[in-house]
């Protein structure tokens, strides 16, 4: 197999387990709906192999995958976890990859874990309402006893889980495929198609939330 076929490969079975990991664990936390999976620790890890847009397609597949399977919270709910799972994914594989030393993966986790706490918080304010069926305001005051401590939390596990599975996963498949053993740099194109849609997603957030603002 070439190249191409080898790195699908390992992208499709990035996603099959994170689907698989969504459908063994499922944790509630703080309210029923908000229930956290170790599947944005192996997304990050693909991405982490990758690059920030194989983290962007994996987080965009597992969401689609967990709604046709698993979930009952219908298109929002894939959206939610669309939005959670590549913001912390491509955050934590776009700074790694700038500092790729072991206070950079540190910092990297972290600064994921700050980024994708503040992203999420803003669109359970926008979309909360329409999937939990009650007031902007009930909302808002459920923002710090649940929605913030709850994603501070699947940052720091997933965070955890990434820092102890990420060298073994590396390896052994190093082991099986040969082009993994030497890190590959994205193309230009492949990092202009990221923060063009980076920057896509943060003018739909901020849009959103302008909206919002304004009809509560």
């Not at 894939?78 to 950079?104: D, E, P, Q, W």
């Not at 459920?142 to 699947?154: C, R």
Request: with cysteine; aromatic share 12%; glycine share 4%.
């Amino acid at each position: 197999m070439n190249f191409r076929t080898h790195k699908i490969t390992v992208i499709s079975m990035f996603c099959a387990l994170s689907l698989l990991a969504v459908i063994c664990i499922r944790i509630p936390i703080f309210l029923p709906f908000l229930t956290y999976s170790p599947k944005d620790a192996l997304i990050t890890i693909g991405g982490l192999i990758f690059g920030p847009l194989t983290a962007l397609i994996i987080s965009l597949i597992t969401a689609f995958l967990e709604m046709i399977t698993v979930s009952d919270t219908g298109i929002l709910g894939c959206i939610m976890n669309f939005l959670a799972s590549s913001a912390f994914a491509c955050i934590v594989t776009y700074t790694y990859r700038r500092y790729h030393t072991k206070r950079g993966a540190v910092v990297s986790l972290v600064f994921g874990t700050v980024v994708m706490t503040a992203f999420m918080l803003l669109w359970n304010f926008c979309l909360a309402p329409i999937y939990m069926g009650c007031s902007r305001e009930a909302v808002v005051k459920l923002m710090l006893p649940a929605f913030l401590p709850f994603n501070i939390i699947k940052g720091v596990v997933n965070s955890v889980l990434i820092m102890v599975l990420y060298k073994p996963v590396i390896m052994t498949l190093r082991k099986r495929y040969t082009f993994l053993q030497q890190p590959t740099a994205p193309s230009p194109i492949t990092e202009r198609i990221t923060y063009l849609l980076l920057i896509l997603i943060l003018l739909i957030t901020g849009i959103t939330y302008f909206i919002a603002r304004h009809h509560m």
